[in-house]
């Protein structure tokens, strides 16, 4: 793990001075230059905010890189069983109105006495819109 290297490299290829790094992170000159030159490693708690100033992921900074032979969720289908159509467009509403997943599609089938509801959610989202707290 090199995380002084990343952040020297993810600055300078933005075009952050060390001091614009330190003002926006509330850290000093000193303390930005020490992590740059592995003398310290920053907090655990500054990781994510690393990770957002340079929108990146904090596997990112820790050279914790995904490989093409890790699994990575895209895409998935739920199938509910409700007790009426009414609650499958309610629940249908309450994912409508998250952020993410995404939902993409969804079908609501009534089967006797039985309303059965199938969604289809989207993981894939960009990092931008993701937040971090």
């Known amino acids: 793990m090199d995380i002084g290297r990343a952040i020297r490299e993810l600055r300078q290829e933005r075009g952050v001075t060390q001091e614009q790094l ?12 020490r992590w740059e030159n592995n003398v310290n490693a920053p907090d655990l708690s ?3 905010q690393l990770a957002v100033y340079f929108k990146v992921t904090a596997d990112h900074l820790l050279g914790l890189e995904r490989n093409d032979t890790m699994a990575k ?6 199938t509910f069983e409700l007790a009426s159509k009414q609650e499958a467009e309610e629940m249908v509403l309450k994912f409508k109105g998250e952020k993410f997943p995404v939902l993409k599609d969804f079908r609501i089938t ?4 039985k309303t059965i509801l199938e969604v289809t959610k989207e993981f894939n989202t960009e990092l931008e819109n993701m937040k971090f707290n």
């Open 22 to 33: 330190a003002q926006a992170l509330s850290v000093s000159v000193q303390t930005v230059s």
């Open 46 to 48: 500054m990781l994510p």
């Open 73 to 78: 969720l895209i895409k998935t289908t739920e």
């Open 110 to 113: 009534e089967s006797g006495d």
